[in-house]
């Protein structure tokens, strides 16, 4: 079955007979300029949630849904696994308040709330779709500070829907109450779906997850101190999204989203374009190829700044992966023309072939001039003796890919690898700063440089994440020695990644070790704070220093645990921030190990 045009148009003439009106997708670039891309559903409609717009007269409901196409940039580097993509589509219906009424069985057009969101969420999932309800599970808010345990929504669940209570799970501000985004707005608690391959997973909570219902029944200001108030508004708000292509996987058991209808003819045009080329590659290809596009379509251009340096990002890495893998078929139009007779018809620009084409063809020749120079001086270079400091010098003043410099430039110091990797590290940590803002995606909230989150959703995950990595690396020197130390660290929304040095690969026990640990101190519920110290007093106090930092004299140490709570854990030396107890970080899981150079490994673990 062609789930790909039939689940677009279900879901729209679902929610279209609840008194919905389908509202198109507004443009990748956003009208708010305090984003750089759309990347979620409701953007369009933010000034119909504060009361600025008045949705009867634009849309002659209070009610809307649509298929917004979206744009993340903040985890690229890992596009081309099961879930990752750079552009997607998600579904949503929208409520602007005031309610009128919440009676599911009432489809007139006045603005509606919790009972109706999750008994229409439920009636879709099982009805339409015919998804097995045993295999749906659910989360709804187990409150705090201000804002209350979510009984409302748990009641809904419960005895409207009818879901055993085994299936309904208390879930943490991270992941069950979203916004505001900057330091004021509409927020409020979720309730999210997940759907699990088997009513035995879907009993244990596992599964993923699809849909992130949102209640937004407060607006938030932040206080002089900077914590948020919460105050109830009088006229609340639903703001759903459901990722288009992350639910095609579950309703055709596809193994990643490439697999799905979404992907499968794109990646087959790029799979006979580039035969032979490994499957992580094709699926990059196919996102970036699908992706540029859309971009293209909707009239940005490559640059070196905002948006259109996210998508000269991606259009060099189509060149990249084609020069070393040696593709003489010009991949991008084969694989654009599978882009266009899918979406031609749903996105009308998209297929402005000459419009599209131009631009990748223009990037190409400019990308190809500068390599074609980078290659000479490399050439030039191969008799004298050529460094890795030198060689990473020319892979960044012409944007070479790095295999290829890697490949023909002669290697005459025996350390050539690590001396590459080594300017390519200082690089990084020293543009990391200024690119990432640039690249961030939505106008970024936090960037430490370690540290990097765009909204204050994204923040209160990679703020856990940080506490999580302190959590890490005590765990790792208890378990593999006190040799251990950090070389690295790189948190974002998604996953924190934590390098350290360790001559060989970790056992699978030691991995379960590292990690039961870490959790066991996330259930101790350790308090997290830090003092100021002369950075003398911080050495010799034993706190953990990160040797490739320079230290101000003055010096802040993040202990966990106390004398009080049996004991000091963890004491690093940190800017911080912290969570302040280490039971909001939720279980942290190991995602893998890796080697990332000679004697240094890689952790990547995130939070649930
Ligand atoms: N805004 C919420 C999200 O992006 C729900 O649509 O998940």
């Known amino acids: 079955m062609d789930y790909f045009l039939k689940t677009r148009k279900d879901f729209l003439n679902f929610f279209k007979s609840k008194g919905h009106t389908v509202v198109p997708s507004s443009s990748l670039v956003p009208d708010d300029p305090s984003v750089l891309l759309t990347t979620a ?10 009361g600025e717009l008045n949705p009867e007269s634009d849309f002659g409901s209070h009610r809307a849904t649509s298929l917004q196409k979206c744009f993340r940039t903040s985890d690229i580097e890992e596009v081309g696994d099961d879930t990752h993509l750079t552009f997607f589509e998600m579904m949503g219906n929208f409520s602007f308040g005031p309610v009128g009424s919440d009676d599911p ?3 007139e057009t006045g603005g509606y709330f919790k009972r109706s969101a999750i008994v229409w969420a439920w009636e879709f999932l099982t009805n339409v779709l015919e998804l097995a309800p045993e295999r749906l599970w659910v989360t709804v808010f187990e409150g705090d500070g201000d804002t209350p345990k979510d009984h409302e929504a748990y009641a809904v669940w419960k005895n409207e829907v009818g879901i055993p209570q085994e299936r309904i799970f208390w879930g943490k501000r991270a992941d069950n109450f979203w916004g505001p985004t900057g330091n004021q707005g509409p927020c409020g608690p979720t309730t999210e779906i997940y759907i699990a391959p088997t009513p035995e997973h879907a009993r244990q909570g596992k599964g993923v997850e699809v849909w992130n219902v949102v209640f937004n029944e407060y607006y938030a200001t932040a206080g002089a101190d900077g914590a948020f108030k919460y105050k109830k508004v009088d006229s609340p708000g639903i703001d759903t999204g459901m990722g288009f292509e992350r639910l095609l996987a579950t309703l055709e058991g596809a193994a990643n989203v490439y697999e799905t209808s979404a992907f499968v003819p794109i990646v087959s045009a790029v799979r006979q374009a580039a035969a032979g080329i490994s499957e992580r590659d094709i699926h990059i290809l196919a996102d970036h190829i699908r992706a540029s596009s859309f971009l293209i379509a909707d009239g940005i251009v490559p640059s070196n700044k905002e948006a259109g340096y ?7 890495k189509i060149i990249a992966v084609r020069i070393t893998n040696d593709i003489h078929a010009d991949v991008f139009q084969i694989g654009y023309e599978a882009v266009t007779k899918m979406f031609a018809g749903i996105y009308p620009a998209v297929g402005e072939a000459e419009k599209i084409l131009g631009v990748w063809r223009e990037e190409q020749g400019k990308f190809e ?3 074609a120079k980078g290659l000479r001086e490399l050439e ?4 004298a003796a050529l460094t890795g400091n030198a060689a990473f010098g020319l892979y960044q003043t012409y944007g070479l890919p790095k295999e290829l410099t890697l490949e023909f430039a002669k290697k005459t110091s025996p350390d050539f690898e690590n001396e590459f990797a080594a300017e390519e590290k200082k690089h990084q940590d020293t543009s990391r700063a200024g690119a990432q803002k640039k690249f961030g995606g939505h106008g970024l909230v936090l960037d430490t440089g370690e540290l990097k989150a765009g909204n204050e959703e994204e923040l209160s995950r990679v703020i856990r994440m940080h506490t999580a990595t302190h959590l890490l690396q005590w765990a790792l020197r208890t378990v593999l020695g006190e040799g251990v130390h950090q070389m690295g660290s790189d948190i974002n929304p998604e996953r924190l990644r934590f390098d350290f040095n360790f001559d060989r690969k970790l056992t699978s026990e030691e991995i379960a070790r590292v990690a ?4 066991e101190v996330v259930k101790k519920d350790l308090p997290v704070y830090y003092q100021e110290m002369p950075k003398e007093q911080a050495l010799s106090s034993g706190a953990l220093s990160f040797f490739k930092q320079k230290y101000p004299d003055v010096v802040k140490v993040y202990s966990i645990g106390s004398q009080s709570s049996g004991g000091v854990v963890s004491a690093e030396f940190c800017g911080g921030p912290h969570v ?3 039971g909001t970080i939720g279980e942290i899981r190991i995602i893998k190990e890796e080697a990332v150079g000679k004697g240094v490994r890689r952790i990547r673990a995130s939070v649930v």
């Not at 996210?310 to 060099?316: F, G």
């Not at 030039?380 to 008799?383: D, G, H, I, Q, R």
Request: hydrophobic fraction near 30%.
């Open 516 to 519: 039961d640990l870490s959790n």
């Open 105 to 107: 069985t009432d489809a």
């Open 380 to 383: 030039s270079l191969k008799t």
């Open 41 to 50: 559903g409701m953007q369009q409609f933010k000034r119909y949630y504060t």
């Open 310 to 316: 996210v998508l000269r990002r991606l259009l060099r």
């Open 580 to 582: 302040e107890h280490t």
């Open 369 to 371: 001039v500068s390599i």
